[in-house]
């Protein structure tokens, strides 16, 4: 079983950036394909940026490509999230999912967003 903790929210102004992290540990981090999502009020979650570990490749949602950038750090088995750009339209709770081989999912507790303009 995969934990994650979520890092980095917080208040932006439109334009600004930052920087979200998602810690995993208790398993192979490198067996999972590694996303992130996002929910705001009264929206269904979303998805928003994808990596296949082994494969360092990445995808993103269209209204998010360009602007956002999904990385990882081997070492510390951590998936990133770097924002830049932000419109408040971004405003969210951003949440890290780990999407194992014979497809478990795995849930962080989910980070908030909230871009001002």
């Known amino acids: 079983q995969l934990q994650l903790v979520e890092s980095g929210g917080g208040l932006a102004q439109a334009g600004g950036s930052l920087r979200l992290s998602c810690a995993a540990s208790?398993?192979?981090?490198?067996?999972?394909?590694m996303r992130w999502f996002r929910q705001a009020p009264g929206k269904e979650r979303e998805f928003v940026a994808s990596?296949?570990?082994?494969?360092?490749?990445?995808s993103y949602s269209d209204s998010v490509k360009g602007r956002f950038t999904i990385s990882r750090d081997n070492a510390k088995n951590t998936v990133y999230l770097q924002m830049s750009s932000l419109k408040p339209e971004d405003t969210a709770i951003y949440y890290c999912n780990a999407r194992g081989p014979i497809s478990e999912n795995y849930w962080g507790q989910g980070t908030q967003v909230t871009v001002s303009s």
């Open positions: 208790g398993d192979t981090f490198s067996s999972y394909i």
């Open positions: 990596m296949a570990w082994r494969i360092n490749s990445q």
